[in-house]
């Protein structure tokens, strides 16, 4: 079936230092890749994407790499700071259609 | 600006009942997607509505239903709830004209009970 990503895990870094946050997805055939952050109570927001024409792409004190060799995508944060702290998901567009495969999501807390 | 707005923002329903979520667009957005979230997983893809029709299905029985409205704000529609229903339901919407996500509401949290 379709899937990106796996069961929810939790990644605890120190307030200050570097997270990175992998997701593997499943759909070769995908051109487009969204990385989300959910808090509670709210929707995804949108925090940076990358096409399948590229490798990396960087945002503010954010970075997403993509290796479609082995369907292997990460989030970069740089100086990970409380506000941080949230669920991550991964989405993919496969090619030709109108929507996205979320995987379950990574669940980033931040250490003070 | 107001961004993707959610009507109701939690409900609660008994089995068999038929439930209607509403969702209007960012302002300038024209396409709405709809998508389930179940407790402890990632957003799943019900439907997309453009131009009032629905465009794309993702793996959802027929008892979910949905419309669209000449001012892109849009309804899903549940019969028949299961117990399985319950989740919480996302609207998003985006602009046909500029490629790129989608800008989400928070949801209406649905409880069938």
């Known amino acids: 079936g379709e899937s990106v990503g796996l069961h929810l895990p939790t990644l605890s870094v120190q307030e200050g230092d570097n997270s990175i946050i992998n997701c593997a997805y499943s759909n070769s055939a995908s051109d487009y890749f969204i990385w989300y952050k959910q808090e509670s109570g709210k929707g995804p927001q949108f925090i940076i994407d990358?096409?399948?024409?590229?490798d990396k792409r960087q945002g503010q004190r954010v970075t997403v790499l993509l290796n479609k060799t082995v369907k292997h995508l990460s989030l970069q944060i740089a100086a990970t700071q409380p506000g941080d702290s949230a669920v991550y998901f991964c989405a993919e567009k496969p090619t030709g259609t109108y929507k996205y495969i979320f995987g379950t999501g990574t669940r980033l807390k931040v250490l003070a | 600006d107001a961004g993707v707005t959610q009507s109701p923002t939690h409900l609660i329903k008994t089995r068999g009942q038929q439930v209607t979520l509403r969702c209007s667009p960012k302002?300038?957005?024209?396409?709405v997607s709809w998508y389930q979230q179940a407790l402890g997983q990632g957003p799943q893809f019900i439907f997309q509505?453009?131009?009032?029709?629905?465009?794309q299905r993702g793996n959802f029985p027929d008892r979910f239903s949905g419309h669209q409205f000449p001012n892109y704000s849009s309804e899903l529609n549940v019969n028949a709830l299961l117990l399985g229903d319950s989740a919480l339901y996302l609207c998003a919407s985006s602009s046909s004209q500029i490629r790129g996500g989608y800008t989400f509401g928070s949801g209406t949290r649905l409880t069938v009970v």
């Open positions: 990358i096409r399948s024409n590229m």
């Open positions: 509505y453009y131009e009032e029709e629905e465009r």
């Open positions: 302002s300038g957005h024209d396409t």
